[in-house]
């Protein structure tokens, strides 16, 4: 079993990283391999909508985004983080992300948490954008006891957020617990198959 957790920050020794690092620590505890792959700063060019991943099923720019989609396709969990920009998803992180979740990922029934790092205000919003790409992607939500939001401008500052590290760890303790019941009731029970999808248009 195996978790993959994307920073979606610049800096791979911020505050995302360190709270990433809690909850790999907690899902460890429970014999779950994790891996934390720097995202933030890498050179990610938003999406184009050509559609060529119809066809190809990967993005047709091949970067980190084909490499993270293969990752998460393979493991069981995954778990997304970034700092608070303007109230919202830091922005090259939001490229990798619209690619990532558009172009071949497989989310469904797999367990996911976000977790998102402010000095002050803006978590929520920039919380509830993350979790909107679970929704599409049919993936499981980890519940936690409060938003993911944790607060600081560095690793010593968040050790300071209790709370917040209470959050975390929460949820990647609920993460390890979906993943080992998902796992075992796939042995008896299928997946539900969906049907048909109409895609309708507002425009008469």
């Known amino acids: 079993m195996k978790v993959i957790a994307f920073n979606g920050s610049p800096h791979d020794d911020g505050v995302i990283q360190s709270a990433l690092e809690f909850m790999c620590e907690e899902l460890e505890k ?32 091949d970067d980190l985004v084909n490499i993270a989609a293969e990752k998460v396709n393979a ?13 919202s998803i830091a922005g090259n992180f939001k490229c990798f ?35 909107n790409y679970y929704n599409l992607a049919k993936a499981v939500i980890v519940p936690s006891v409060y938003w993911g939001v944790v607060h600081g401008n560095n690793k010593n500052e968040l050790l300071e957020d209790k709370e917040g590290l209470h ?17 075992h009731a796939k042995k008896e029970i299928p997946f539900p198959v969906e049907p048909k999808r109409p895609r309708t248009n507002f425009i008469r």
């Open 167 to 183: 959050i975390v760890k929460t949820s990647a303790a609920t993460m390890a617990w979906f993943i080992k019941a998902i796992a």
């Open 97 to 131: 992300l619209d690619r990532l979740f558009f172009s071949g990922l497989d989310l469904s029934f797999k367990p996911a948490s976000a977790i998102v790092s402010c000095r002050r205000s803006g978590g929520i919003n920039a919380f509830h954008q993350m979790n």
């Open 30 to 61: 429970e014999k779950i391999e994790t891996e934390i792959i720097q995202a933030g700063k890498e050179p990610i060019r938003g999406c184009i909508d050509c559609r060529k991943c119809f066809e190809l099923d990967k993005c047709v720019f």
């Open 75 to 87: 493991a069981d969990g995954i778990i997304i983080g970034s700092p608070v920009y303007y109230g």
